[in-house]
């Protein structure tokens, strides 16, 4: 069974930074796609960014530029920095595990609270 542990998250001032974790185990990890997911308040979930397992990213258009996934297959840990800040990135973020038989995982979340 695969297990997905986040953790980073928190309060930040408008233009900080934070850089979530995902500490992955019971699968594998370095052949599987990872990726990071938000759900805002009163939204549904949307996609942040993925990585392949040969390190290909693919990001949401409106976070280009201010976010970076990154994963380290040694550490079995997926990683998002999170740059200039803004509250309307105020969310849960979520670590998902895609794996190969195209089954979903999903860690419990991690808020991220950014203030103005």
């Known amino acids: 069974q695969v297990q997905l542990v986040e953790s980073g998250g928190g309060l930040v001032q408008a233009g900080g930074s934070l850089k979530l974790s995902c500490a992955a185990s019971g699968g594998f990890f370095s052949i599987t796609t990872m990726g990071w997911y938000r759900q805002l308040p009163g939204k549904q979930r949307e996609l942040v960014a993925h990585?392949?397992?040969?390190?290909?990213?693919n990001y949401a258009d409106s976070l280009k530029g201010r976010f970076t996934i990154s994963r380290d297959n040694a550490k079995n840990t997926v990683y998002l920095q999170m740059n200039s800040l803004k509250p309307e990135d105020t969310a849960v973020y979520y670590c998902?595990?895609?794996?190969?038989?195209?089954?979903?995982?999903w860690g419990q979340g991690t808020q991220v609270t950014v203030s103005s």
């Open positions: 998902n595990y895609h794996s190969i038989h195209g089954i979903n995982y």
């Open positions: 990585i392949s397992s040969g390190g290909i990213t």
